[in-house]
């Protein structure tokens, strides 16, 4: 009986065995019978379904990269994006693989994806400000030609699936900006379908969700758990079951997304509802968590945020967004501090119609806590920007050192007690004049405070300030300092200030005090950040705004100085920083003298003296204008350091000129100029570098009002040459800029201009044969690109040039012409004393009638050239003695290959280009036009 038992046994393991071995086998052997069958198809349907460069390293078909599933794995995959960022990455991967089914492989020879598997990835979705986004890759069936050869993949997914991937959402239409590390991703369902359930788990390390430049998320990590409908007809999305966690924070989440075809509709509402208040402090950013697990927290909080409605880029309409917390009976107590914060309650709510910031409602309902004895409460709301309805009331006593233990603020020493009664009620309003009715004030005793970063505290600060306003409007406002000072590394800082009136301001402001800036820096900044610079003020500033506008200086009392020195500055408008070596200013009533002022801006230097007009009003009115004069000099003045798109140390850049940094990576912008300056200089500088051009010893009168430059009695050397030039720049945006300039040049080297100067090298094609003496007198306005470069089509102007004594060698013009008329002295032309006057308009170049002097030949040539090189002159061959007789030629062609013709009238006449002014673009490219058929004459040898 055990024997064949036994021998059964050995016979269904030796069977299992050879199918065991079989099946390896087959997995082994598939992969090798269909490589290039999977590479090629793989291709084939990146060709026909993909309207965007993909691009992958080795491809590989193995049933071990992801067992038991069959995958084709393309390593080192990239994709990159649709119009119109097609130069940037979608998806870059280490490895992108896609799993195969098997039986439509094995019998029908043709692939048939179930399964997707990214690892290692960088999914980088942009969306410009027009709405435009870089995904839209894939081209839809009905715009694909029709696939009769049946090898083309289909897409029926059962998986999708991505393991450790960063993901990257850049939307500037909607100013979001969301990045993910270690982004996990496991999608389940019958993707095949119309209709599928998708299931999902998902896992993130760590999450940002920054919104108009604010961080509401930092390095959060996320857990999702998701059953999501997704209707492929609609591409719609309805998220049924959604459970998420943020740290410790769970929440629930509902809505629908549903894409359209210039946006989204969108409705999700999440909530976390009664939940422990430590979970909720758990969102905190990272620097926080020793501090939370140090902290005994109790009560409970309410998370809610909705974001609905539809977003379209061309329309302009835009979604809803709300959120809010509410915190209940809440409790802080850091390490058993002497006194905990108790009876924390909080309720805030934010209402964000239409992501419009004018439309921002801001509700602050209820915020209390006790800290010992000492009650705190406030109440917050307001409603719309520029006009906002407000009523707010804030009212309390705290001492300070009592809240910096129970709240254990580590990074921070506090000390000082702080009272504050302040209640407001009304509308502000600049254009109206209105302001909420007001009063109160806050003060502040004893103060003290000591950062880890700088080992000595800011000491006896004391502040005393009061704010009325009765009467709801500009004219009724009173705010006064009385006084505000501290002690810093023993040197007192004093200020008091009485501001009243916002209609016409009346101001009396003393400010005494010496400030090591580089070291008060220290005590607010991060270690290692190497910053200086020094104030010494010793100033009274007192009168009324209109006494300056009206001219009334004698009733204005500021005086006293100001010194600075080693401070670094910025502005919006330049990608680096400027370097204020020292300054020291003196006020007199009406003006600001800059006795003595040095700086730097990456390697350009300026040196100046004079003042400014009215800086109280620059500051105290909202579109205020700096007004002076001065005398600047400078060893080198730099013009390629100040186009916007330039790298620079300046994070504080213009939105618009960050937005445009990012899609024009490779270009430098133009110059940008502030609107606030009416400033006149006059300038001396030894060298000006700007596109390559060195600019030697340029003096003159300049210009800065209302973000243009005008250029007045300027000079200076360029190959050797004196150059005057009168003009103006106006940048239009930070991509384009329109100029117009008048220059007179006399006696230069045609030959080293032609080499050196671009602009004259595409002006006077000619120059390239030719060597001697000329000058110039033009005038010339256009458009300039993004490269700071004329854009020729725009160019628009006239003048003449006057050739001294210019030997011409080797023009194939006039080797062309010698060749016709059998002269040889034609060849090689000395030419003197002669004014060729010119036209520039669409690209072309039109030249008035000018006669030569060629060995006995009096050579008569007008017509028509363009920057491209097309050519359109008539010529009257003066034949010796004095040119009474002359042949007619025609010269067609291009400077490079000159086509004549002897005994004709009839040429070929070139059309403008057309360009369009308000976008900057050439529509249209100059271009020749079919010559009219000669009437048949008899042949004539002169005229």
Same mark, same amino acid.
């Given at each position: 009986?055990?024997?064949?038992?036994?021998?059964?046994? &050995?016979?269904?393991?030796?069977?299992?065995?050879?199918?065991?071995?079989?099946?390896?086998?087959?997995?082994?052997?598939?992969?090798?019978?269909?490589?290039?069958?999977?590479?090629?198809?793989?291709?084939?349907?990146?060709?026909?379904?993909?309207?965007?460069?993909?691009?992958?390293?080795?491809?590989?078909?193995?049933?071990?990269?992801?067992?038991?599933?069959?995958?084709?794995?393309?390593?080192?995959?990239?994709?990159?994006?649709?119009?119109?960022?097609?130069?940037?990455?979608?998806?870059?991967?280490?490895?992108?693989?896609?799993?195969?089914?098997?039986?439509?492989?094995?019998?029908?020879?043709?692939?048939?994806?179930?399964?997707?598997?990214?690892?290692?990835?960088?999914?980088?979705?942009?969306?410009?400000?027009?709405?435009?986004?870089? *995904?839209?890759?894939?081209?839809?069936?009905?715009?694909?030609?029709?696939?009769?050869?049946?090898?083309?993949?289909?897409?029926?997914?059962?998986?999708?699936?991505?393991?450790?991937?960063?993901?990257?959402?850049?939307?500037?239409?909607?100013?979001?900006?969301?990045?993910?590390?270690?982004?996990?991703?496991?999608?389940?369902?019958?993707?095949?379908?119309?209709?599928?359930?998708?299931?999902?788990?998902?896992?993130?390390?760590?999450?940002?969700?920054?919104?108009?430049?604010?961080?509401?998320?930092?390095?959060?990590? !996320?857990?999702?758990?998701?059953?999501?409908?997704?209707?492929?007809?609609?591409?719609?999305?309805?998220?049924?079951?959604?459970?998420?966690?943020?740290?410790?924070?769970?929440?629930?989440?509902?809505?629908?997304?549903?894409?359209?075809?210039?946006?989204?509709?969108?409705?999700?509402?999440?909530?976390?509802?009664?939940?422990?208040?430590?979970?909720?402090?758990?969102?905190? @950013?990272?620097?926080?968590?020793?501090?939370?697990?140090?902290?005994?927290?109790?009560?409970?909080?309410?998370?809610?945020?909705?974001?609905?409605?539809?977003?379209?880029?061309?329309?302009?309409?835009?979604?809803?967004?709300?959120?809010?917390?509410?915190?209940?009976?809440?409790?802080?107590?850091?390490?058993?501090? /002497?006194?905990?914060?108790?009876?924390?309650?909080?309720?805030?709510? +934010?209402?964000?119609?239409?992501?419009?910031?004018?439309?921002?409602?801001?509700?602050?309902?209820?915020?209390?806590?006790?800290?010992?004895?000492?009650?705190?409460?406030?109440?917050?709301?307001?409603?719309?920007?520029?006009?906002?309805?407000?009523?707010?009331?804030?009212?309390?006593?705290?001492?300070?050192?009592?809240?910096?233990?129970?709240?254990?603020?580590?990074?921070?020493?506090?000390?000082?007690?702080?009272?504050?009664?302040? +209640?407001?009620?009304?509308?502000?309003?600049?254009?109206?004049?209105?302001?909420?009715?007001?009063?109160?004030?806050?003060?502040?005793?004893?103060?003290?405070?000591?950062?880890?970063?700088? @080992?000595?505290?800011?000491?006896?600060?004391?502040?005393?300030?009061?704010?009325?306003?009765?009467?709801?409007?500009?004219?009724? +406002?009173?705010?006064?300092?009385?006084?505000? %000072?501290?002690?810093?590394?023993?040197? /007192?800082?004093?200020?008091?200030?009485? !501001?009243?009136?916002?209609?016409?301001? &009346?101001?009396?402001?003393?400010?005494?005090?010496?400030?090591?800036?580089?070291?008060?820096?220290?005590?607010?900044?991060?270690?290692?950040?190497?910053?200086?610079?020094?104030?010494?003020?010793?100033?009274?500033?007192?009168?009324?705004? %209109?006494?300056?506008?009206?001219?009334? *200086? %004698?009733?204005?009392?500021?005086?006293?100085?100001?010194?600075?020195?080693?401070?670094?500055?910025?502005?919006?408008?330049?990608?680096?920083?400027?370097?204020?070596?020292?300054?020291?200013?003196?006020?007199?009533?009406?003006?600001?003298?800059?006795?003595?002022?040095?700086?730097?801006?990456?390697?350009?230097?300026?040196?100046?003296?004079?003042?400014?007009?009215?800086?109280?009003?620059?500051?105290?009115?909202?579109?205020?204008?700096?007004?002076?004069?001065?005398?600047?000099?400078?060893?080198?003045?730099?013009?390629?350091?100040?186009?916007?798109?330039?790298?620079?140390?300046?994070?504080?850049?213009?939105?618009?000129?960050?937005?445009?940094?990012?899609?024009?990576?490779?270009?430098?912008?133009?110059?940008?100029?502030?609107?606030?300056?009416?400033?006149?200089?006059?300038?001396?500088?030894?060298? !000006?570098? *700007?596109?390559?051009?060195?600019?030697?010893?340029?003096?003159?009168?300049?210009?800065?009002?209302?973000?243009?430059?005008?250029?007045?009695?300027?000079?200076?050397?360029?190959?050797?040459?004196?150059?005057?030039?009168?003009?103006?720049?106006?940048?239009?945006?930070?991509?384009?800029?329109?100029?117009?300039?008048?220059?007179?040049?006399?006696?230069?080297?045609?030959?080293?201009?032609?080499?050196?100067?671009?602009?004259?090298?595409?002006?006077?094609?000619?120059?390239?044969?030719?060597?001697?003496?000329?000058?110039?007198?033009?005038?010339?306005?256009?458009?300039?690109?993004?490269?700071?470069?004329?854009?020729? @089509?725009?160019?628009?102007?006239?003048?003449?040039?006057?050739?001294?004594?210019?030997?011409?060698?080797?023009?194939?013009?006039?080797?062309?012409?010698?060749?016709?008329?059998?002269?040889?002295?034609?060849?090689? /032309?000395?030419?003197?004393?002669?004014?060729?006057?010119?036209?520039?308009?669409?690209?072309?170049?039109?030249?008035?009638?000018?006669?030569?002097?060629?060995?006995?030949?009096?050579?008569?040539?007008?017509?028509?050239?363009?920057?491209?090189?097309?050519?359109?002159?008539?010529?009257?061959?003066? &034949?010796?003695?004095?040119?009474?007789?002359?042949?007619?030629?025609?010269?067609?062609?291009?400077?490079?290959?000159?086509?004549?013709?002897?005994? %004709?009238?009839?040429?070929?006449?070139?059309?403008?280009?057309?360009?369009?002014?308000?976008?900057?673009?050439?529509?249209?490219?100059?271009?020749?036009?079919?010559?009219?058929?000669?009437?048949?004459?008899?042949?004539?040898?002169?005229?």
């Amino acid at each position: 009986m055990e024997a064949p038992v036994k021998k059964i046994a &050995l016979k269904v393991l030796k069977w299992t065995g050879i199918v065991i071995a079989s099946v390896l086998l087959l997995m082994y052997l598939i992969p090798l019978l269909f490589p290039g069958t999977v590479a090629q198809q793989v291709k084939t349907f990146a060709n026909k379904s993909l309207d965007a460069e993909l691009d992958f390293g080795e491809s590989k078909l193995s049933f071990f990269t992801h067992f038991p599933s069959l995958t084709v794995s393309l390593d080192d995959f990239s994709l990159k994006g649709s119009t119109p960022f097609k130069k940037d990455t979608l998806l870059s991967a280490k490895q992108v693989a896609f799993g195969i089914n098997l039986k439509r492989l094995i019998f029908n020879n043709e692939i048939k994806i179930d399964e997707i598997y990214v690892s290692d990835a960088l999914v980088n979705v942009m969306v410009n400000e027009q709405g435009q986004a870089n *995904y839209n890759v894939y081209v839809a069936p009905k715009d694909q030609p029709v696939d009769t050869t049946g090898t083309g993949p289909a897409i029926r997914l059962d998986r999708v699936d991505f393991e450790n991937c960063k993901i990257r959402y850049d939307d500037r239409s909607a100013k979001i900006l969301v990045k993910a590390d270690g982004f996990n991703y496991v999608g389940r369902g019958n993707l095949s379908e119309e209709v599928f359930d998708l299931q999902t788990d998902a896992n993130i390390d760590a999450i940002d969700f920054i919104y108009n430049n604010v961080a509401y998320i930092e390095r959060k990590e !996320v857990h999702a758990d998701l059953v999501t409908r997704i209707n492929t007809n609609a591409l719609s999305f309805i998220l049924e079951k959604n459970q998420l966690r943020i740290n410790r924070l769970p929440i629930e989440f509902t809505g629908l997304f549903t894409i359209l075809k210039e946006g989204y509709n969108i409705d999700i509402n999440a909530i976390s509802e009664n939940n422990k208040l430590k979970d909720l402090f758990s969102v905190v @950013p990272p620097q926080y968590m020793a501090w939370l697990e140090d902290t005994r927290i109790k009560g409970r909080s309410d998370v809610l945020f909705s974001f609905k409605g539809r977003y379209n880029a061309v329309t302009g309409e835009k979604p809803d967004l709300a959120f809010g917390i509410r915190v209940r009976d809440g409790f802080i107590d850091y390490k058993k501090a /002497p006194m905990a914060v108790s009876e924390y309650e909080m309720n805030l709510n +934010v209402q964000l119609p239409s992501l419009d910031m004018e439309k921002l409602n801001i509700n602050l309902s209820k915020l209390d806590f006790n800290l010992g004895k000492d009650h705190f409460h406030a109440f917050l709301e307001t409603k719309g920007m520029k006009e906002m309805a407000v009523k707010a009331n804030m009212k309390g006593t705290l001492n300070l050192a009592s809240l910096d233990r129970a709240l254990g603020i580590s990074n921070m020493q506090l000390k000082g007690l702080l009272k504050a009664d302040v +209640v407001a009620d009304g509308i502000y309003s600049a254009e109206k004049r209105l302001f909420p009715k007001a009063k109160g004030g806050v003060n502040l005793q004893g103060g003290y405070l000591k950062m880890p970063y700088y @080992p000595n505290p800011i000491t006896d600060i004391q502040f005393v300030s009061n704010i009325q306003n009765d009467k709801g409007t500009f004219d009724d +406002v009173k705010i006064a300092i009385t006084p505000a %000072s501290f002690v810093f590394e023993g040197n /007192p800082v004093y200020l008091k200030a009485i !501001v009243s009136n916002f209609d016409d301001v &009346l101001y009396d402001i003393t400010a005494k005090g010496e400030l090591n800036i580089g070291r008060i820096y220290k005590v607010f900044s991060q270690k290692g950040i190497d910053v200086t610079g020094y104030a010494k003020a010793d100033l009274r500033l007192q009168g009324r705004q %209109s006494y300056a506008t009206t001219g009334q *200086y %004698s009733k204005l009392n500021n005086k006293g100085t100001l010194v600075i020195k080693d401070i670094k500055a910025t502005t919006e408008y330049f990608p680096k920083s400027f370097y204020v070596n020292e300054g020291y200013f003196t006020f007199k009533n009406e003006k600001m003298w800059f006795d003595k002022f040095t700086a730097n801006y990456g390697k350009s230097d300026f040196a100046m003296n004079g003042y400014l007009l009215n800086t109280i009003n620059y500051f105290l009115e909202s579109k205020g204008t700096l007004k002076g004069n001065f005398n600047v000099k400078s060893k080198l003045i730099d013009v390629n350091e100040f186009m916007a798109l330039k790298e620079g140390d300046n994070k504080d850049v213009k939105p618009e000129i960050e937005a445009k940094n990012e899609a024009n990576p490779k270009m430098s912008g133009v110059v940008v100029l502030p609107t606030n300056l009416d400033v006149s200089l006059v300038a001396d500088a030894k060298k !000006v570098a *700007y596109t390559g051009l060195t600019l030697n010893n340029l003096k003159g009168k300049v210009g800065i009002a209302s973000g243009k430059v005008y250029l007045q009695n300027t000079t200076f050397d360029i190959i050797d040459c004196k150059v005057r030039i009168d003009g103006g720049y106006d940048d239009e945006s930070p991509m384009a800029a329109n100029f117009n300039v008048q220059f007179q040049a006399n006696d230069f080297d045609i030959k080293r201009a032609y080499t050196e100067i671009p602009l004259f090298h595409e002006l006077v094609t000619a120059a390239e044969d030719m060597k001697g003496i000329v000058s110039l007198n033009y005038t010339l306005k256009g458009d300039i690109d993004g490269n700071m470069s004329p854009i020729y @089509p725009s160019l628009k102007g006239g003048g003449t040039i006057f050739v001294r004594d210019v030997q011409v060698s080797g023009m194939k013009l006039f080797g062309s012409i010698s060749k016709k008329t059998g002269s040889e002295g034609m060849e090689n /032309p000395n030419v003197k004393d002669i004014q060729v006057k010119s036209e520039i308009k669409n690209n072309l170049i039109k030249v008035e009638p000018f006669t030569l002097k060629v060995a006995g030949f009096r050579p008569t040539i007008k017509g028509t050239t363009s920057f491209d090189g097309l050519l359109d002159l008539r010529i009257r061959l003066g &034949l010796p003695p004095g040119g009474l007789i002359g042949v007619p030629m025609v010269v067609t062609g291009t400077h490079e290959n000159p086509k004549i013709k002897v005994f %004709s009238k009839t040429g070929q006449a070139i059309e403008e280009a057309q360009y369009d002014e308000k976008t900057n673009t050439v529509i249209k490219k100059e271009e020749r036009v079919e010559p009219e058929m000669e009437k048949k004459e008899e042949p004539k040898k002169a005229e």
